[in-house]
């Protein structure tokens, strides 16, 4: 099975700043990497597909990197609504797939 | 808009089977795709469960793999979930969501999930 381990697992951050979150597969996953976005109480949303894929209606903002085991998940100037908590997910073995613990992103 | 919306028993009593139904508007479930099955144990992170394509072939997690059986029934444009022998660490919120062959596999829907508490 392939492991995912996302890092921080908890983050405080203020408006308008810059924040990265790193994800790590446990073996190369080339670029089956996507990202998620929860807030409480709703469904994870997809923000980013394939490593670097922006979702539709998803801000620029948001943007992902990476390829074979290490990724980020980057968020240029943080807004409000921004304050959630993120997993990583690989598909490398679809249908079967695994997620990240997760970050979660706080006010400061 | 492709929409999923999970139903079933909101409360199971422990041993018994948790039964979940997935059923998808504005999207046939006949023209591709997989559709998953994801939870989420209150206060934790995702876990997936399994997935099923249109042709009833299956997919499941190993850890819960000798509890979990998917279903798909094309006439009513559903597919199930039933877990067996749930214990109170099975208590979670339960998600449906389409997996995406252009985006990766990416999950995109999602139903907006439903908790499932196992308790006598």
């Known amino acids: 099975d392939i492991q995912m381990t996302q890092s921080p697992s908890s983050l405080s951050a203020s408006v308008g700043d810059r924040v990265t979150i790193t994800c790590r597969a446990s073996?190369?996953?080339?670029?089956?990497l996507n990202w998620y976005q929860q807030k409480p109480g709703k469904a994870p949303e997809l923000l980013i597909y394939g490593a670097s894929n922006l979702q539709s209606g998803v801000p620029s903002r948001f943007s992902g990197s990476g390829s074979g085991t290490d990724f980020t998940l980057t968020l240029s100037s943080l807004q409000p609504e921004d304050f959630a908590t993120y997993y990583c997910q690989q598909t490398y073995s679809t249908p079967r797939c695994s997620f990240g613990q997760g970050t979660k992103l706080e006010i400061k | 808009q492709v929409q999923l919306q999970e139903s079933g028993p909101g409360l199971v009593k422990p041993s018994e089977t948790l039964s979940l139904t997935c059923t998808v508007s504005?999207?046939?479930?006949?023209?591709?795709?997989?559709w998953d099955w994801i939870r989420q144990p209150p206060g934790k992170g995702l876990e997936w469960i399994g997935s099923?394509?249109?042709?009833?072939?299956?997919y499941y997690n190993p850890s819960l793999k000798s509890r979990v059986t998917m279903s798909v029934d094309t006439s009513k444009n559903q597919f199930s979930l039933r877990l067996s022998s749930v214990t109170a660490a099975d208590t979670a919120v339960y998600y449906c969501?389409?997996?995406?062959?252009?985006?990766?596999?990416?999950?995109?829907?999602w139903g907006q999930g439903t908790l499932v508490t196992v308790s006598s």
């Open positions: 969501a389409r997996a995406g062959a252009t985006i990766f596999g990416a999950f995109d829907p």
């Open positions: 073996q190369s996953i080339s670029s089956f």
């Open positions: 504005d999207y046939s479930i006949t023209s591709g795709y997989y």
């Open positions: 099923i394509y249109q042709s009833g072939s299956t």
